[in-house]
């Protein structure tokens, strides 16, 4: 019998190549995975533009707001991190106690579900410790891009036709070319007037919740749906259901309250 040491220097149990903690490490960081991507939608949907031309809404000087990197980064090596470990366990046939062998969807949630259940296959693999810390290292990053204080949100168009950004929590904002000053809340309530009775596919909604400092994944809007908390309004053009966008601040507002 050969004793067998972890990459962390800790012993391993049953001749395994990672220890006990490295395994639950590495159980927590895929079991946060599909929360992490959700954050990581929101994160990405706020910084997108809103394109109020295809809502039947005056098109103003809207240009799009550049994606926010970070989250885009993260979610990038996040992917390639786990196809890549699930395309190892795959050509390893890495030990499972899965009900089935079909292999995941192409999502990062059905990915890191596929890789739970492989855990401790893993654990006997001479790699497995390289598992561990590349997964726990790319949830890691996507968790630290999360966890920063949140960047400049939109706050709405001024007369001279810039776009307003402000400080989250900030009462008045001052436009960055013609110096007029504006107060936040007044603004938000002046853009929800703007767009009060549109309707919006999940993906604009979910745009648009972001800009009344709402963050909401489209995810999230479709569960509403699915779970009849609100009612769509038939489809657009594209087969994509329509919703009353004041249904869905009703909604994020209250979600917001009762998780605040
Ligand atoms: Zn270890
Ligand atoms: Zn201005």
């Not at 395309?87 to 192409?106: M, Y």
């Not at 598992?131 to 990053?141: C, F, K, N, P």
């Not at 749906?225 to 869905?248: E, F, M, Q």
Request: proline share 5%.
């Amino acid at each position: 019998m050969s004793d067998t040491t972890c990459t962390c220097g800790k012993p391993t149990r049953d001749n395994a190549y990672v220890c006990e903690t490295c395994l639950s490490e590495l159980a927590r960081a895929l079991g946060e995975i599909p929360w992490t991507v959700e954050q990581l939608d929101i994160s990405l949907q706020k910084a997108r533009g809103v394109d109020y031309t295809t809502m039947g809404g005056s098109a103003s000087s809207e240009s799009p707001l550049p994606v926010s990197f970070p989250a885009f980064e993260a979610l990038t090596n996040l992917r390639q991190v786990i196809v890549m470990w699930v395309r190892f366990c795959d050509e390893e046939a890495i030990r499972h106690q899965s009900p089935t062998t079909a292999f995941p969807k192409d999502t990062l949630v059905s990915m890191s579900r596929w890789l739970m259940w492989r855990i401790d296959g893993l654990a006997l693999n001479d790699l497995g410790g390289d598992a561990v810390s590349e997964i726990t290292r790319a949830v890691g990053r996507a968790r630290q891009v999360i966890d920063r204080p949140a960047e400049k949100v939109y706050a709405g168009p001024c007369e001279c036709g810039r776009d307003l950004y402000a400080k989250p929590k900030a009462k008045m904002t001052k436009c960055k070319g013609c110096e007029r000053e504006y107060d936040v809340e007044e603004m938000r309530d002046w853009m929800r007037t703007a767009v009060t009775g549109r309707l919006v596919t999940a993906r604009e909604g979910s745009t648009l919740l972001g800009r009344f400092d709402l963050p909401t994944a489209q995810k999230t809007i479709d569960s509403w749906h699915d779970r009849k908390r609100i009612l769509d309004h038939g489809c657009n053009p594209t087969g994509a259901r329509l919703y009353l966008i004041d249904d869905l601040i009703g909604l994020a507002a209250n979600d917001g309250r009762m998780s605040a």
